[in-house]
């Protein structure tokens, strides 16, 4: 919640509201479904929470009918002595892990199930996981741990030390991207929404189980949009328009509520008329690169320039790589000096 994503002039205004909706959802799911805990790893916030922003996810916590929440502060919504998490009334089914520096936990009896849980008291935990402030109790049969990090400056820990800390289950936030770090026993749920155009993929929660026979773990997709990287080719026979063409086709199959990515690559007409606003077809284009090369007739130019400038910038781009930023760079130098007309 809280954060405001580049979504493409026409979802820029309606993502942070899309975002509340997510949740709205999981809520909803969690009462269809009978769901007995739902785990927030931190970072339910991109920034600090707002008390109002509290009392409304409170709300929708108090609409949960047989669900208990947990959740711990993450990096983004850390712990400060003035924070609205610090003193906020919640719904008696929300426990809030973390005003204190310790571990803490909460008990569910009915359930044979204690949560254990950290919350951050500052951006960054450089030191890296420590066992024994990470210990269970031991005070019920089934025990989960809430932890958030995991990269270099938000406490880095080796994946066998975090398992040797025994828990039944690490329920692990601050990722983005869901992934399971060892079968069964530690997960990252990732972002329930993409929140950046980095965060391409599938993005939703994580249903865990515990039965008789064992548990099972299973990534469910629910976010509302994602980010997708799309690569279209050009060859230089290609108008602006059959490349428009080519986007929409492209975007109609995979989806218009999605977000993309979009980079041009192959060879292209050396007067093309291409205008990015042009191609934003649906106004989801989040990210255009244009990698084309001008398919000029480069022989025929040299020999009519060689004593010029345009000569001289053609001889050296014949010698740079064509992925390298000298060649790119030497592509639009020519361009320019051809749009001028004057050494043609
Ligand atoms: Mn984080």
Partial sequence: MGAKPEAGKAYSDKRPGELWKSLERIIRICNREEIDLLLIAGDLFHR?????????????FADLQKTQVVLIAGNHDHMTYRSCYADFPWEKQVH????????????FPQLQTAVYGKSYHSREIREPLDAADWRRRHL?????????????????????DLLRLGYDYVALGHIHKPGILAAGRAAYA??????DRSDTGDHGYLL???????GTLRFVKSAGRKYIPLSVETTERDTAYEIR????AAVRKMGTEHLYKIRLQGRRSPDLLLE?????????????VDDTRPAYDLERLKQRNKDNLLGQMIGEMEEAPEESRHYRALCRGIQALLETGRSL
């Fill in 140 to 160: 019920q049969p089934k025990e989960i741990l809430l932890l958030h990090g995991g990269d270099e400056t938000h406490l880095p820990f080796r994946k066998e």
């Fill in 96 to 107: 809030f892990l973390g005003r204190g520096q310790e571990m803490e936990w909460v008990e």
């Fill in 48 to 60: 600090q929470p707002l008390k109002k922003e509290l009392r409304e996810v409170n709300a929708m």
């Fill in 276 to 288: 990015q606003e042009e191609m934003d077809i649906f106004g989801n284009l989040v990210e255009w």
């Fill in 190 to 195: 990732g972002a329930l929404e993409p929140t």
């Fill in 245 to 248: 063409q080519r986007i929409e």
């Fill in 208 to 214: 865990g189980e515990w039965k008789e026979t064992g």
